[in-house]
């Protein structure tokens, strides 16, 4: 699978923001297998396990999440011939649950009622257990950030040499942990941003109550993969202004991205406002997962949204 994920691509996209020009820099991860970086965790993770013996041939697959990660075992588990079975809450695009089904997955179904995501966890665990199935559970796996660490970050500085900067959403906290790791130990002066939604900011302000529409990040919990020991700051951003971010790097540029990336452009120019040079983001996935949400629906556009006081100018392959 070496050549159908990983290796993607990057591009620099130059903006005016509070009268100056500056650009940011975005890996399209939306060019792995499925269309998201989830891919690049859920190959490791299987990789890992057949090697180390935690993996038999056949073996039934469990795992929790809001999306992408599903989707990317869903295809893996078809390619490798394991029985998947997700649980994820019921608040996820409509899209997300019929890939998942496309590609031969079982979707459980959860509400908030019945306790959200902390909720799929419980149940997962539980049905994993009775069922003798691998767990890859992508909120402790240690190979989640162990990707982003040896190859994520690894692409980036082969692409862009020294990073000064970078922004990324918290969700399973993988993508931030490995690619912050790695920069730091090449630059303990790299600024690290991690992004969650201002309406559910567990880190930053201790809420486990809210909803957002930012799928992919903000979860109901602090993963057990998330710490502070490479991040310099957690910012929030507001949710609609990040729908609105990924809508107008769309129609402004032709960057087709779902809403977190959205989220993590408005990271990386709040970042680059503080350090002046050029940052570095993920774009985490397409916009084709959201065809039924805020993303692709009329909203109402806030004078103090970031995104609206952005003006994207341009950008270039690197």
Not at 157 to 175: I, M, P, Y
Not at 191 to 220: C, F, M, W
Not at 269 to 285: H, M, P, R, S
Request: aromatic fraction near 8%.
């Amino acid at each position: 699978m070496t050549k159908l994920i990983g290796n993607t691509p990057m591009i620099k996209i130059e903006y005016q923001y509070e009268g100056s020009i500056k650009c940011i820099c975005a890996k399209l991860e939306y060019y792995n297998l499925t269309g998201s970086i989830k891919d690049r965790m859920a190959n490791f993770i299987l990789k890992s396990a057949k090697e180390n013996g935690d993996l038999a041939d056949n073996q039934m697959i469990v795992e929790v999440t809001s999306g992408n990660t599903g989707v990317a075992f869903a295809a893996l588990g078809a390619r490798y011939g394991h029985p998947i079975h997700i649980f994820m809450p019921d608040w996820a695009s409509e899209e997300r649950v019929k890939l998942m089904k496309a590609y031969g997955a079982n979707v459980h179904l959860v509400s908030r009622q019945e306790g959200g995501f902390s909720e799929c966890l419980r149940r997962a665990d539980k049905f994993a257990k009775e069922n003798n199935a691998f767990r890859p559970n992508q909120f402790e796996n240690i190979n989640n950030p162990l990707v982003h660490y040896t190859e994520t970050a690894t692409e980036i500085l082969e692409t862009l040499g020294n990073v000064k900067g970078f922004a990324s959403g918290v969700g399973s906290a993988g993508t931030l942990m490995g690619i912050a790791r790695k920069l730091k130990e090449i630059d303990k002066n790299t600024l690290i941003y991690g992004v969650e939604p201002n309406q559910l900011a567990i880190i930053t302000r201790g809420e486990k109550e809210g909803s957002h529409k930012i799928e992919g990040i903000g979860d109901d919990f602090i993963p057990d993969l998330f710490g502070m020991e490479n991040v310099d700051k957690v910012i929030t951003v507001n949710d609609m202004d990040a729908v609105n971010m990924s809508k107008k790097l769309a129609k402004e540029l032709g960057i087709g991205v779902g809403i977190s990336s959205g989220a993590n452009m408005l990271g990386a120019i709040l970042l680059n406002e503080e350090i002046g040079e050029d940052v570095v983001t993920v774009f985490a996935d397409d916009n084709k997962k959201y065809l039924s949400t805020d993303l692709f629906n009329d909203i109402e556009e806030k004078e103090d949204f970031i995104s609206n006081k952005i003006k994207l100018i341009r950008y270039e392959e690197i």
